[in-house]
């Protein structure tokens, strides 16, 4: 890949390492933060020679800039989520401290996962900001900032916080917002009950370990029984150390779910744009009726409606030829301008609807594959587990019937 050719489908992505660090912050006080190690790495050799691998590091919050750069640049496409910044939904046993290595850990996955996601995307694998943000660790952010991406979200936030109704929605996006709402609260509500069983499941596995320490005891005073009574706890043992790799197991199966469950207000973002699009189309429209019917008023010299010139001719007098001419030309004018902006918007509003909803079609494709691969892989993991305690209890009844 080179500066002129972003694609990276012969790139390598890795973020491999993660480090806590203390700096200053932009209020010139001292924090502590982690920084992560990007590696990328082209699959392709020249004249057989190995390529060397570029590496440079990243703090969470430049992946937040990266991502909201991509959101303002590609309001149409469906932009891959962050992993948390906090952790949520988790069981009991795993601190919600956002140093902590196990969540770190887990965050260094989603960002890397966050990198191969926009790789893989035909449209923003091919942005320079992105290329930059994995090859360039200096001036970076001014390099994004030299883009007035802020200023263009400074704008449509403002829009959006502005009190508007669209009178004539697209029934597509309507329905695409309350299905992201939908998916959103169904993933939040298993993601909890994943977490309620395997607290429950937790405790459980570290009953088996009672069941362990009570045979060992046991068996020091038994000389017939004794042997049998040992290698029963031990099975017991080794069954309760096993419950913290499969909880493991399950936080990675929670994160790949965690990640659809931002996917949603991905999609959300996608119909608020469409939903903005479409206000200032109506508005654009609106504004052209206004004055065409003003400069329809002015030629036949008829008022259809209340106005406040209407009410200063009359107090007033009425206009001379000369001035009625010349704000019908000046109207005529600006009535062309404004049927070429509403052509304009209309053009623009089509090709977002066009190239959202294929993004949409491919989101979708995505996470069908996703979800059913992850859940199937759950699901083989519970069999697996369950198959792993009917062996425990199989070797401890073996050992109870040798006594």
């Not at 459980?204 to 040992?230: C, P």
């Not at 008829?302 to 109207?331: C, D, H, N, Y």
């Not at 062309?336 to 089509?350: D, H």
């Amino acid at each position: 890949m080179t500066e002129n050719n972003f694609s990276l489908k012969k790139i390598e992505i890795s973020v491999s390492e993660a480090e806590k660090r203390t700096g200053r912050n932009a209020m010139n006080m001292q924090e502590t933060y982690t920084a992560y190690l990007i590696e990328t790495r082209s699959v392709e050799h020249n004249d057989g020679q190995s390529v060397l691998t570029d590496s440079l590091w990243r703090r969470y919050s430049e992946f937040e800039l990266l991502r909201n750069y991509l959101l303002v640049y590609y309001p149409h496409i469906v932009v891959p989520p962050l992993p948390e910044k906090r952790a949520e939904f988790v069981w009991h046993k795993l601190s919600a401290d956002n140093m902590d290595p196990d969540f770190v850990e887990r965050r260094r996955i989603g960002l890397e996962n966050f990198l191969l996601r926009v790789a893989s995307h035909p449209i923003l694998c091919r942005d320079k900001i992105f290329y930059l943000f994995l090859t360039q660790e200096g001036n970076w952010k001014e390099t994004v900032n030299e883009t007035g991406f802020q200023l263009k979200a400074d704008s449509r936030l403002k829009a959006l916080n502005a009190t508007f109704r669209v009178k004539n929605p697209d029934k597509r996006f309507i329905e695409l917002k309350h299905y992201s709402d939908e998916l959103q609260s169904v993933i939040s509500h298993l993601l909890r009950v994943r977490a309620r069983v395997a607290d429950r499941l937790y405790g459980v596995y570290k009953v088996h370990g009672n069941y362990g320490r009570v045979f060992s005891e046991w068996s020091a005073i038994e000389k017939e029984m004794g042997d049998g009574l040992q290698s029963a706890g031990h099975h017991m043992d080794v069954y309760a150390s096993s419950i913290d790799d499969i909880l493991e197991d399950e936080e990675h199966y929670a994160d790949q779910l965690k990640e659809y469950l931002f996917y949603a207000e991905a999609l959300r973002a996608v119909c608020r744009k469409h939903e903005l699009m479409q206000y200032d189309l109506e508005m654009a429209a609106q504004d052209l009726a206004s004055k065409k019917q003003q400069c329809e008023e002015l030629a036949t010299g008829t008022v259809r409606t209340f106005s406040l010139k209407g009410m200063t001719t009359k107090l007033f007098g009425q206009e001379t030829p000369e001035q009625r001419e010349a704000r019908i030309k000046m109207l005529e004018e600006q009535i062309k301008e404004g049927e070429q902006q509403l052509k304009s918007k209309n053009l623009e509003g089509r090709e977002f609807v066009r190239n959202a909803w294929a993004d949409i079609e491919r989101f979708k494709e995505q996470k069908n594959h996703d979800l059913k691969e992850a859940l199937i892989s759950y699901a083989v993991m519970q069999i697996s587990m369950c198959k792993k305690g009917i062996q425990v209890w199989t070797n401890a009844k073996e050992c109870f019937s040798k006594m």
